[in-house]
């Protein structure tokens, strides 16, 4: 274990910083989504980068979220949620829900899926699923979920918001090289 503890140089590895680790952390693209749930009958919800899948059997995916969260509790308490993949029109829904002690939902056009978590409209793809597990790792929790519902095939029709260096990015199709 102690050579896994080295840099590049060989000296061992004094305390990361947090701010160079998310900086470093940062050249990893990434989608966004928008975590929801229901409270009563008001939608909440939260935006987050870290989202992926875990299994296919049974099908299960995964995000993480702060510890000290003041949305993630309400939403763990009805034991669902929804995944909101976004599209690359969207960033403004991604800032919308980032900002705290606003009303994040404010002008979303949104449904409920059969399960009652919010949908929100023109998303990239998005997911219904019942808490599974979650861990406590670090600063974070570990939410696993179970899927139950998703969109359809035909809901698959933009393109993804990707997040990356920390500035929103859109894909672009590829070059075909020279021959």
Known sequence: MESVLKTVTGDAVDAID???????????????????????????????????????????????????STTYPRIRETGRFSVNVLS???????????????????????????????????????????????????DHYIVIGKVNEMSSVDWHTRQPLLYFKGQYRHLREVEAAAS
Request: glycine share 8%; hydrophobic share 35%; proline share 5%.
């Open 88 to 138: 690359h029109e969207q960033h403004e829904i991604s800032n919308q829900f980032a900002r705290k002690g606003t009303d994040k939902w404010a002008g979303i056009d949104w449904s409920a899926t059969a399960n009652h978590n919010p949908v929100i409209a023109d998303t990239l793809m998005w997911l219904d699923c019942d808490i599974w597990a979650e861990y406590e790792a670090g």
């Open 18 to 68: 947090p701010r160079a680790f998310r900086n470093t952390l940062g050249h990893y693209a990434s989608g966004i989504t928008i975590i929801g749930g229901l409270e009563g009958d008001e939608p909440v919800g939260f935006t987050c980068q870290s989202f992926y899948s875990v299994s296919t059997e049974p099908p299960l995916v995964s995000f993480s979220v702060m510890l000290n």
